[in-house]
């Protein structure tokens, strides 16, 4: 029998957003899953289901339910052939990374972090970079799901369709996530080369750039013109590393952490120091080459507040260009850190930010220094403004002010996912206040 406890506190990885679950519960098998949702349709209580507790926003909270799948976390199956790899959901992506290794086999694209789980990095459309890779969700071939009522239902692009296009990218909403089957490609070394240019260089030619590298990014520092590169590539060459690139990272690390909250006294200083770490840690060119989920993977020790919209791929350069010119317009507003530009290709899950176009992600970030907050609303507003007028759609797991209202407007498969949604779960159990502002 499963056993609930009280008293559990829920924080997310930022410290920006927590709950007090009446009763968290860590299920080690599918029965006892079902014995909770059992428990919680007895009780009327909602289910919250956490993975890695990385979002964020307060899209894991809950007050009523709250399951942990971190003891639900093998891998169930390899098929080498066919280079796939069924999981279950609540396994660490850097679990899964390690394991596949083992088998010669990757997963073609990840995000910053790979302390996620498989299921929730689906459900918010989790992405990384490159205009020849859709977002992680797009690696799923298949998933199984226990929906409110109990029922297990299987799906992919075979069996119940349209079920697997809303479950791709789920938002916590269908049920609980119970396998997920990864594409995967065979095991690969990446070499990154980092080198600096300028915001003018890098819009002019971003179809250069784009088509240069596989996974091309690229990071603008307000205030200034400066933009540091980023290029990734498979590569035959052996591991290597340029000289101190980590010890000047971890270095940099303290010192920016020192000054950003230093500058939060003296904002002024926003501008030299974003001028300061570009010359410090960016100018100049380096490389180094690893297996892939090391060069994809960085470890981000900044508690943050973040935004991350996908605009239509066309509209980089104007979004860009709107939002540096209203800062030039606007000196007391200050943005203290960079702006980091990824693209995706589009795709055809019902939720994605990038449902049937290639886009742009434009993220926005403003760290905490040592958890303390910065003001940023006026530049969250801005930013917002230039998304939703370029046709933007925001990150699921991140900071948004967006409701039904303009979810129905920006995504022509909003109703259909409700529908979906309202016939797996018509009493609302997996339902949150985040996911209440979402549907309602
Ligand atoms: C340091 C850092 C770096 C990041 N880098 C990136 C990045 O590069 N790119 C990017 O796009 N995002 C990035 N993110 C955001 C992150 O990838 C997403 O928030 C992701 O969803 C987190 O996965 P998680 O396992 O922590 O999910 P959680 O935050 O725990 O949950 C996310 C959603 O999935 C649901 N869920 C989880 N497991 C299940 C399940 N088994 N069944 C049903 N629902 C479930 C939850 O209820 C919730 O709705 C980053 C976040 C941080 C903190």
């Not at 302390?115 to 205009?131: F, K, Q, R, S």
């Not at 919209?309 to 200050?334: G, S």
Request: aromatic content about 14%; glycine content about 6%.
């Amino acid at each position: 029998m499963v056993i609930g406890h009280a008293g559990f506190k829920f924080q997310n990885w930022a410290e920006t957003y927590g709950s007090q679950p009446e009763l968290y519960f860590q299920p080690t098998s599918v029965e006892q899953v079902k014995e909770i949702l059992d428990l919680a349709r007895q009780r009327s209580k909602r289910v919250k289901v956490v993975g890695g507790g990385h979002s964020p926003s307060d899209i894991a909270c809950t007050d009523d339910f709250m399951i942990h799948m971190n003891k639900m976390n093998k891998v169930l199956k390899v098929d080498k052939e066919k280079k796939q790899v069924t999981v279950e959901a609540g396994i660490l992506l850097a679990e899964l990374n390690e394991e596949l290794r083992n088998y010669g086999l990757a997963l073609s694209n990840l995000g910053a972090v790979s302390e996620v789980a498989a299921a929730g990095v689906i459900g918010t459309g989790t992405h990384n970079t490159g205009i020849h890779h859709g977002i992680l969700s797009t690696q799923v071939v298949a998933l199984t799901m226990i929906t409110a009522s109990g029922e297990i239902l299987e799906c992919s692009e075979s069996t119940n369709a349209d079920l697997f296009q809303a479950a791709r990218l789920h938002l916590g909403a269908l049920g609980v996530i119970l396998t997920v089957t990864f594409q995967c490609v065979s095991a690969y070394y990446l070499q990154e080369i980092q080198f600096s240019s300028t915001l003018k260089e890098v819009l002019d030619n971003l179809d250069e750039h784009l088509q240069t590298s596989e996974y091309f990014r690229f990071l603008w520092f307000p205030h200034t013109e400066n933009v540091y590169v980023l290029y990734q590539d498979p590569t035959d060459k052996p591991p290597s590393s340029s000289a101190n690139w980590f010890l000047d990272y971890a270095i940099g690390y303290y010192l920016l952490e020192f000054l950003l909250w230093i500058s939060t006294f003296l904002p002024r200083l926003v501008p030299w120091i974003n001028k300061f770490f570009f010359w410090v840690l960016y100018k100049g060119r380096t490389e180094r080459v690893d297996i892939s989920y090391k060069v994809f993977n960085f470890e981000c020790r900044f508690r943050q507040h973040v935004q991350d919209w996908a605009i239509p791929i066309d509209k980089t350069k104007e979004a860009l260009l709107e939002l540096k010119a209203w800062l030039d317009r606007n000196p007391k507003v200050v943005a203290h850190f960079p702006v980091e530009v990824r693209f995706a290709q589009g795709d055809n899950i019902l939720l994605s930010p990038c449902f049937h176009r290639d886009s742009c992600y434009m993220n926005i970030l403003m760290h905490r220094p040592y958890g303390k907050d910065v003001p940023f609303q006026q530049y969250w507003l801005e930013y917002e403004t230039i998304m939703k007028k370029c046709g933007g759609r925001p990150h699921w797991a991140k900071a948004h002010t967006c409701t039904s209202k303009d979810f129905e407007v920006m995504y022509p498969g909003f109703q259909k996912f409700c529908s979906i949604r309202e016939s797996l779960d018509p009493t609302g159990m997996f339902l949150n206040t985040y996911l209440e502002k979402v549907f309602y």
